[in-house]
């Protein structure tokens, strides 16, 4: 169920959940994606790793760079870079069926929760790195409302 939930909140439980034990099976970049879409008014969440220069890996399989694509009924789409110390890690994208969803404070939002994705991958959460990079990423990082 979606209910709309405040900056701090959405940020204090994405620490959380990147904060938790990695597993193999299971992807805390899962419960990111889900913990956007059911906690601002974003219908779809989508993390994409970089696998090479040229290419980024959708953890839910598109060919395509996250800019070029979107959902059917989406409306409005902001793709923030997912990046540390200027190396880019991937990009998390957010799309909306509404008009003028994504205002300041989401922009600082998704920022924010971008820095949090960046620091995870580059420490407890470099397996998926790894994995993307070795063209063993089978599951999905994204979620939808619709």
Known sequence: ???YRPTPAVLQETERL???RPSFHHSPLEDVAD???SGRHYSWVGIYLTVDKKTSSALQESGSH????????????IVV???IAGRELGFLAVES???HTFGAEDRVLL???A?????FLTGRGKYLLLKARNGDMTHKAAAASR
């Open 35 to 37: 913990l956007l879409t």
């Open 18 to 20: 990147l904060a938790g």
């Open 81 to 83: 870079s997912i990046k």
């Open 97 to 99: 069926e509404r008009q």
């Open 115 to 119: 820095g949090l994705l960046a620091r």
């Open 111 to 113: 920022e924010r929760v």
């Open 1 to 3: 169920m979606k209910s």
């Open 66 to 77: 996250p800019a070029q694509v979107a959902m059917p009924g989406t409306v409005e789409k």
